[in-house]
């Protein structure tokens, strides 16, 4: 069975850090590619970053770029989220989703998605 | 980047009948080179995270019973719910897959009348 799980999610301070972490199990971690979305209280979805199997494709969206750090261990099986200069529109729940894999490689739809853990930014 | 824009953002249908959900983006999610359209749709419930229903526009994932239906091409697409049953109160997204950033829809919530 597929499992997604993060951990990490806190309070933190406007400018402080937090890393979440995905830990995946029931496949092979090493054949896929990884993503966080978010969702912020009562609102849509947002795609946030994206790592592809081998950490050579890395993607951010404007609204992180500069300050969140995508990154995976494939000897944990785990995908990692680093957040730094935390500010309160970043306060969601945040997803580790598994990407859509097929023959023709790895797509950015998602097919699996964790629980998620919630971020509060706030003073 | 490509905007997606769903309509409309709530529904109310009765049971048994038919719930259509548009989607529409703001540059084709065509991709010429193997003719597939870059999109998908998703389920929320309350306090769950999202549920692939719909991929490559109108293949349905594995276990999303046929009364789900996904349709369109280029800029232009369709989640349809043939006969609407209890559970499927959710918020339904979709989403472009064909180019960074890759944007969710703004969700239409789906209710029973």
């Known amino acids: 069975e597929v499992q997604l799980v993060e951990s990490g999610g806190d309070l933190v301070k406007p400018g402080g850090s937090l890393r979440l972490s995905c830990a995946a199990s029931?496949?092979?971690?090493?054949?896929?590619?990884f993503n966080w979305v978010r969702q912020a209280p009562g609102r849509g979805l947002e795609w946030v970053s994206s790592i592809s199997s081998s950490s050579g494709y890395i993607y951010y969206a404007d609204s992180v770029k500069g300050r969140f750090t995508i990154s995976r261990d494939d000897a944990k099986n785990s995908l990692y989220l680093q957040m730094n200069s935390l500010r309160a529109e970043d306060t969601a729940v945040y997803y580790c989703?598994?990407?859509?894999?097929?023959?023709?490689?790895?797509?950015?739809?998602?097919?699996?998605w964790g629980q998620g853990a919630l971020v509060t930014v706030s003073s | 980047d490509i905007v997606m824009t769903q309509s409309p953002d709530s529904l109310a249908v009765s049971l048994g009948e038919r719930a259509t959900i548009n989607c529409k983006s703001s540059?084709?999610?065509?991709?010429?080179?193997?003719?597939?359209?870059?999109l998908a749709w998703y389920q929320q419930k309350p306090g769950q995270p999202p549920k692939l229903l719909i991929y490559?526009?109108?293949l349905r994932e594995s276990g999303v019973p046929d009364r789900f239906s996904g349709s369109g091409s280029g800029t232009d697409f369709t989640l349809t719910i043939s006969s609407l049953q209890a559970e499927d109160v959710a918020v339904y997204y979709c989403?472009?897959?064909?180019?960074?950033?890759?944007?969710f829809g703004q969700g239409t919530k789906l209710e029973i009348k």
């Open positions: 029931g496949f092979t971690f090493t054949s896929y590619s």
């Open positions: 540059q084709s999610v065509l991709y010429s080179s193997n003719n597939k359209n870059y």
């Open positions: 490559w526009a109108s």
């Open positions: 989703a598994r990407s859509y894999c097929d023959g023709s490689g790895c797509h950015r739809l998602f097919d699996y």
């Open positions: 989403q472009q897959y064909h180019s960074s950033p890759y944007r």
